[in-house]
């Protein structure tokens, strides 16, 4: 499987004329990003932020969403928890992830085991591209 560069040029175009309209610059230049690197199929938070060329954090995020919504769907969320001993990361859900991140709980991997440990800092996320577009 691969990413249809077709689909993925169609998609960004398409992108970048909502986020022109919504004056989202972070998406916009995250969007050029992509459709210079057409077989990247994997963002990381660090990517990200070096893509869309700001350090705000909420900008973002508020691109990440922009981009992971239905309307775009160009990525595809993944949150993730990084041990402290640099191991493997740790799928966690979307729900999860907020929960720990909105009311400080610790949140549990996808089969239900809870962190021993537990840091909220280690908590992040990665972006692929979204399924619709792999071939």
Partial sequence: ??????????????????????????????????????????????????????ENLNDLMDAVFFLSSKPVKLFSLQFLYFPLDNSKAIEVSADAYFAAKLHNTTPTDLAGNEFVDFNPKRLGFSCHIHNDLIV
């Fill in 1 to 54: 499987m691969s990413i249809s560069h077709n689909l993925l040029t169609e998609r960004v175009l398409t992108s970048l004329q909502l986020a022109t309209e919504s004056s989202n610059t972070a998406a916009t230049n995250i969007l050029k990003h992509v459709s210079q690197h057409l077989d990247k199929a994997q963002y990381t938070v660090v990517d990200l932020l070096e893509a869309s060329g700001t």
